[in-house]
């Protein structure tokens, strides 16, 4: 089964800019759908975006649209998302996720079948 390790979660404030990477291993990126989730404290764990496997269509949750933008790089095995004009209620810890199922992210039904370990964002305000 495929790996998943997610990196470059750290404090940032309000309107400022980050970009996640996910590193994939075990198993060709190439083969899955990809997303991203959050979770922030007390809540559920909640769908930000996703991307089929070629890359060829995106989804976003209404709450980042137009503000995040997640990409892949199959060559390398990467996932990315950049997030420019970060808030405060962007706080979370972002998990990237694979899924056999690039079908479900047309669909609007993105699951992960696979998780990394989460990396923190914290957005000051």
């Known amino acids: 089964q495929v790996q998943l390790v997610e990196s470059g979660g750290r404090l940032v404030q309000a309107g400022g800019s980050l970009r996640l990477s996910c590193a994939a291993s075990?198993?060709?990126?190439?083969?899955?759908?990809m997303g991203w989730f959050r979770q922030a404290p007390g809540l559920e764990r909640e769908f930000v975006a996703a991307i089929t496997w070629n890359g060829g269509y995106t989804a976003y949750a209404d709450s980042v649209k137009g503000r995040f933008t997640i990409s892949r790089d199959n060559a390398k095995n990467t996932l990315d998302l950049q997030m420019n004009g970060l808030k405060p209620e962007d706080t979370a810890v972002y998990y990237c996720a694979a899924s056999l199922r690039s079908d479900a992210v047309i669909a609007g039904k993105f699951t992960g079948d696979y998780w990394g370990q989460g990396t923190q964002v914290t957005v000051s305000s």
């Open positions: 075990g198993r060709p990126l190439r083969w899955y759908a």
